[in-house]
């Protein structure tokens, strides 16, 4: 497709089980990065890869967060032993130009830790 | 350090009137800053941006904001509104000379009557 494509779109889940969630960029996109939107709260910036370089993990909240990017295509953020405040939108977005530029979305996953 | 404040959680105003959504910022450098617009469910679409040049700038939509560097504010404003453009909207900067990460404002809702 030609946008930000995310999945699942939502997922469910018990507490202290681990969740995968997938980004798959505009092709040709070098940046991309992860934020959490919790319930009537902002963009909550998560994690930023820029082509080959080592990305920006300053985001992330805890060891459970991680995140991978080969590339500059398909990012998956995995969250291990999750927990009920990870309930959250997980949002998605690319540039084809490192800050200079506006983001492109995807839709979102949403997750709900029970 | 880099941060935006959306005043507002929530705007009202009547179809036909004009609105404005109101954005402050703080940046060490030169400020680039996005306005972006969320429907129920969706992703974040961008609508304008400024980065130099001409204070005012026309986005998306009929959109258009302006650049005020003494009082560090890009209000969005449209001078008619429709129904349609009740949606949630987010204000993001970022430091030109800085960080390639934006931030972005709690979101501002805007709630047009018919």
């Known amino acids: 497709g030609a946008g930000v494509s995310q999945s699942p779109s939502n997922k469910v889940t018990e507490k202290g089980k681990d969740v995968e969630l997938r980004c798959d960029p505009i092709?040709?996109?070098?940046?991309l990065y992860w934020y959490r939107q919790r319930l009537g709260q902002g963009l909550e910036f998560l994690i930023y890869?820029?082509?080959?370089?080592?990305?920006?993990k300053s985001g992330l909240p805890s060891d459970r967060f991680s995140a991978e990017r080969t590339g500059e295509s398909v990012s998956t953020l995995t969250i291990q032993r999750t927990q009920q405040e990870d309930s959250a939108v997980y949002l998605c977005?690319?540039?084809?130009?490192?800050?200079?530029?506006?983001?492109?979305f995807g839709e979102g996953s949403r997750l709900t830790v029970l | 350090a880099q941060s935006v404040a959306q005043p507002e959680d929530q705007v009202n105003v009547a179809e036909g009137n004009p609105l404005t959504v109101k954005c402050t910022y703080s940046?060490?450098?030169?400020?680039?800053l996005f306005w972006y617009v969320q429907y129920p469910n969706r992703g974040l679409q961008f609508l304008l941006k400024?980065?130099?040049?001409?204070?005012l700038v026309k986005g998306s939509y009929g959109f258009e904001a302006e650049f005020n560097k003494s009082q560090t504010s890009f209000h969005l404003k449209k001078p008619s509104a429709l129904v349609s453009d009740s949606a949630l909207y987010f204000c993001?900067?970022?430091?030109?000379?800085?960080?390639?990460?934006?931030?972005f404002g709690r979101g501002t809702s805007l709630i047009v009557h018919p």
């Open positions: 977005a690319s540039s084809p130009v490192a800050g200079a530029g506006e983001l492109f």
């Open positions: 092709s040709g996109h070098t940046a």
């Open positions: 890869f820029q082509g080959n370089s080592a990305p920006d």
């Open positions: 940046v060490s450098g030169n400020p680039y």
């Open positions: 400024y980065i130099t040049g001409d204070n």
């Open positions: 993001a900067v970022r430091d030109g000379g800085g960080s390639y990460i934006p931030t």
